[in-house]
């Protein structure tokens, strides 16, 4: 049998005035439908987190694997601008190397590092074997080519020669010299 709660001030009042107060498991039945819900709504609150974070997880995954194509693409074109720079350092500089070995008097120098044009006004001696050292220091033959300048006319027109990373043109007339000129392949 279910016991009846009563508020002290019915008791006060001294006795029963007709008026009936709700059992104790009424209450706690009313309560529990609370309960219920506030657990399905904390229940839903932590799974949508979980779902929050876990696509916070994936979005910062994907982000870290973009960031590490780029970071290996980065790495790719530093690995070519590094391959390029070394092919451009390995080529020789026309006008340092002309500077270096000091052409005599009777050669004129002018042009830069890519192309360089040497005239030598009377062919002599001095100036043939500053042309041949010249021509060694670039990788170029230069004994053989020395010899195809001299044997070179005016009217054989403009003659040629490479090396590997160099290449030379020149021209001979008795009234201006020799014209040559070199220019760096690549």
Same mark, same amino acid.
């Given at each position: 049998?279910?016991?009846?709660?009563?508020?002290?001030?019915?008791?006060?009042?001294?006795?029963?005035?007709?008026?009936?107060?709700?059992?104790?498991?009424?209450?706690?039945?009313?309560?529990?439908?609370?309960?219920?819900?506030?657990?399905?709504?904390?229940?839903?609150?932590? *799974?949508?987190?979980?779902?929050?974070?876990?696509?916070?997880?994936?979005?910062?995954?994907?982000?870290?694997?973009?960031?590490?194509?780029?970071?290996?693409?980065?790495?790719?074109?530093?690995?070519?601008?590094?391959?390029?720079?070394?092919?451009?350092?390995?080529?020789? @500089?026309?006008?340092?190397? *002309?500077?270096?070995?000091?052409?005599?008097?009777?050669?004129?120098?002018?042009?830069?590092?890519?192309?360089?044009?040497?005239?030598?006004?009377?062919?002599?001696?001095?100036?043939?074997?500053?042309?041949?050292? !010249?021509?060694?220091?670039?990788?170029?033959?230069?004994?053989?080519?020395?010899?195809?300048?001299?044997?070179?006319?005016?009217?054989?027109?403009?003659?040629?020669?490479?090396?590997?990373?160099?290449?030379?043109?020149?021209? !001979?007339?008795?009234?201006?010299?020799?014209?040559?000129?070199?220019?760096? @392949?690549?």
């Amino acid at each position: 049998m279910k016991q009846d709660i009563r508020t002290s001030a019915h008791r006060e009042n001294g006795g029963d005035s007709g008026e009936r107060v709700a059992p104790a498991s009424s209450w706690a039945g009313n309560l529990t439908p609370w309960l219920a819900a506030t657990v399905v709504v904390l229940a839903t609150v932590i *799974a949508v987190l979980f779902f929050v974070v876990a696509q916070e997880r994936g979005e910062a995954a994907d982000l870290r694997d973009e960031l590490d194509l780029a970071e290996a693409e980065l790495a790719a074109r530093d690995e070519q601008a590094a391959a390029v720079q070394a092919e451009e350092d390995a080529l020789p @500089d026309l006008e340092e190397l *002309a500077d270096e070995t000091e052409a005599p008097g009777t050669v004129e120098v002018s042009g830069d590092s890519d192309s360089l044009t040497v005239d030598v006004f009377f062919p002599g001696e001095s100036s043939l074997d500053w042309l041949e050292e !010249y021509m060694d220091e670039l990788g170029l033959n230069g004994g053989t080519i020395r010899q195809r300048m001299g044997q070179t006319r005016a009217l054989d027109g403009t003659q040629e020669a490479s090396g590997d990373d160099v290449s030379v043109t020149w021209t !001979y007339h008795p009234d201006d010299g020799l014209s040559a000129v070199f220019s760096v @392949d690549g």
